[in-house]
Every structure is written in structure tokens, then in C-alpha cells.
């Protein structure tokens, strides 16, 4: 069973901010921080038993505080874009922070990235938690945000999402774990394959234009089966060299399913991606600066639509006093 150790990592506000170092029988090492609910590093032993770093991430508390890449933090209220900063809920608007040019990205500025997570340890379980007042960032609702990591034998990292509210309120949250398998500069050499034959269209603000494109007619987007990511990228002419592009599950479920698989053929190193979530954005790092490249990782976000509650032809993600919104994620190391 997993065993879960902790420290303290530093303060923010004249607040303890703690580290918890999850290690199971495999000799994986994960280590996580209150401060966003972070995911600091993800250490697995290779076929050699040596020990290797598949995420990037800060040695010091420091960095998290100042970093503008998302690093390994949960993202909420609602991940990705919002258009227009605003959307209309039971006939109230609501506007929120203006974080991306005149829309909100990952929560704006008050997101949960920024939050320092209150911690219980139950067993072999991390349970994080945090509350967001009605209006915070100009979303609706009172509500109490629950993340419960678990490391299992398996070498699979479980993530389970929970959501209570007082009013109905949009709600969208993710992992923003960069990856990278083999240790080198780019990931653009890592091979990627996607349970998708669909994914949206987005203008040049990545914004989903509403049309659902074929990946068959596109092949630059087309990862039905293992394929290079550079090389897939040389196939599409879009703003950005990478992708940032969400693709849609082909099992339409709130089942546990297969999202995508990202493999580094050279060290033999892979991982799984599982969700209840409707789908996945992929994001190869383009904008990555300062310590971190571009291209130096990759994003893996499983969650919602992207601009669902401005968008009512798609699958709504949302939380009510009667419904609690619940979702799981699963990371799951080869």
C-alpha cells in the first residue's frame, strides 16, 4: 500500500504551505503540494531501476507562486477558455476575470491554482480541499472543492474530483501536469494516440468556433493510432506549431475510459490516460518560458468542453444543491 509522508514546503501569506511525498511498492515517487493541489514531480523507476523525472516542475515554493504555465496545478472553477469573460445562467449575467486578452482562462485570477488547499491524509488517500465564495472571479455559487490523490500498487495515480454547491454553478476542473517521458528537450519526438475520431474547431484565441471536425479529413489532428507528435504537426496549418486542441472521446459516457496514451519509444516509458470526462486537451507547451521551454512538455487535460456555458449545444458541466459534480481522472504509468 501506499505510503504518504509529509513536510512543510515553505508559507504564502504567513501560511504553511505542505508537501506530501506519496511511494508505492513499485518505488514510484510522487510528491505534492497544497499550494493549488499541485503535482510537484512524478518519479518512476525505469527497466534499469533507475530512477526518473516524467513532469516538469520548481524546486521551490517560490516559483509555483510566480509561474504563469499552469505547472502540475488542479484547475478550476472552469478550465480553459470562457469568451468574452462572460455567460448568461437562469437569465443572470455574469462576468469574470479578464485573464487572456478579453476572456477567462482556468478560473482567472482567483483560480484554484492560486489557492492554498487545507489536507487530511485518510490511509493510503490525500484528500485536498478549498472553498470559493459566491462571486469569486465572478462565478456563481458558495462552493466546497474536494481532490483526493491515491498512488496505488498498480502504478496508477487516481484523481477524484468533488464539487458541493449552494447554486447552480459551472464547473470544470483539471490536471495541468506537463509531461515529458524521455528526459530530453522537446517532447516533439513522443509518440501520441488518441480515443478520438473528433475534435473541436478553435479560432485563432483558441476558442471553439461550435464545429466538430472529422480527424479522417484532418490528418495533422489524426492520432487514432500511435503517431509522432512533430511530425503530426508539420500536417496542419494553424497559428501555433503545436497543438492546443481538444479532442472528443469516442465512447460518449461519464464512464472510466481510455482518453489517450503518450509513449517515448526511445526509453521504453509510457502513460494512460483514463476519465469520466467527455474528452481532452492537448497542449505541447508553445507558450512555455523562463525555466521551461517550448515543447519541453506536454498537457494532458481531461475535462469538460472548453466554453460550454456560452455554448448550450454542448455537453454541459455543472453543479447544483441537489447534484454534486463528480469526476475522476487516471494517470497510469508503464
Not at 246 to 273: H, P
Amino acid at each position: 500500500m501506499c505510503k504518504i509522508q509529509s513536510e512543510e514546503f515553505g508559507n504564502v501569506d504567513g501560511q504553511a504551505v505542505y508537501l506530501f511525498r506519496l511511494v508505492n511498492d513499485l518505488g514510484t515517487n510522487i510528491k505534492i503540494i497544497s499550494y493549488g493541489a499541485t503535482i510537484k514531480s512524478i518519479h518512476l523507476p525505469d527497466e534499469k531501476g533507475k530512477i526518473k523525472s516524467i513532469i516538469l516542475g520548481y524546486d521551490t515554493l517560490e516559483k509555483y507562486v510566480s509561474d504563469k504555465s499552469y505547472l502540475g496545478a488542479t484547475i478550476g472553477r472552469c478550465a480553459n477558455r470562457i469568451s468574452n469573460a462572460s455567460f448568461v445562467l437562469g437569465g443572470g449575467l455574469y462576468s469574470l476575470d479578464k485573464n487572456d486578452g478579453p476572456n477567462c482562462n482556468h478560473g482567472g485570477y482567483s483560480g484554484f491554482h492560486q489557492k492554498l488547499f487545507d489536507h487530511d491524509v485518510c490511509d493510503d488517500k490525500l484528500i485536498l480541499s478549498v472553498q470559493s465564495p459566491d462571486g469569486e472571479g465572478g462565478f456563481p455559487g458558495n462552493i466546497t472543492f474536494r481532490v483526493t490523490y491515491q498512488l496505488t500498487d498498480g502504478n496508477e495515480l487516481l484523481i477524484n474530483y468533488h464539487v458541493s454547491t449552494d447554486r447552480r454553478a459551472p464547473v470544470n476542473i483539471t490536471n495541468h501536469a506537463y509531461f515529458n517521458l524521455s528526459g530530453e528537450k522537446t517532447i516533439l519526438e513522443h509518440q501520441l494516440k488518441i480515443e478520438s475520431d473528433t475534435f473541436l474547431e478553435s479560432d485563432d484565441a483558441f476558442l471553439p468556433t461550435g464545429r466538430e471536425l472529422g480527424v479522417e479529413e484532418n490528418p495533422g489532428f489524426d492520432f487514432r493510432s500511435f503517431s509522432e507528435i512533430g511530425k503530426n504537426s508539420l500536417l496542419k496549418q494553424e497559428k501555433i506549431k503545436g497543438f492546443n486542441t481538444y479532442f472528443i472521446a469516442r465512447e460518449k459516457n461519464n464512464k472510466l475510459k481510455k482518453l489517450a496514451t503518450l509513449r517515448s519509444v526511445r526509453l521504453g516509458v509510457s502513460l494512460e490516460v483514463y476519465s469520466t470526462m467527455p474528452g481532452i486537451m492537448i497542449y505541447t507547451g508553445d507558450y512555455l518560458s523562463g525555466n521551461h521551454l517550448p515543447f519541453s512538455g506536454i498537457s494532458l487535460e481531461a475535462h469538460g468542453f472548453p466554453d460550454s456555458p456560452n455554448r448550450p449545444e454542448f455537453p454541459q458541466s455543472v453543479a447544483t444543491p441537489d447534484k454534486a459534480w463528480q469526476e475522476t481522472i487516471v494517470y497510469r504509468f508503464i
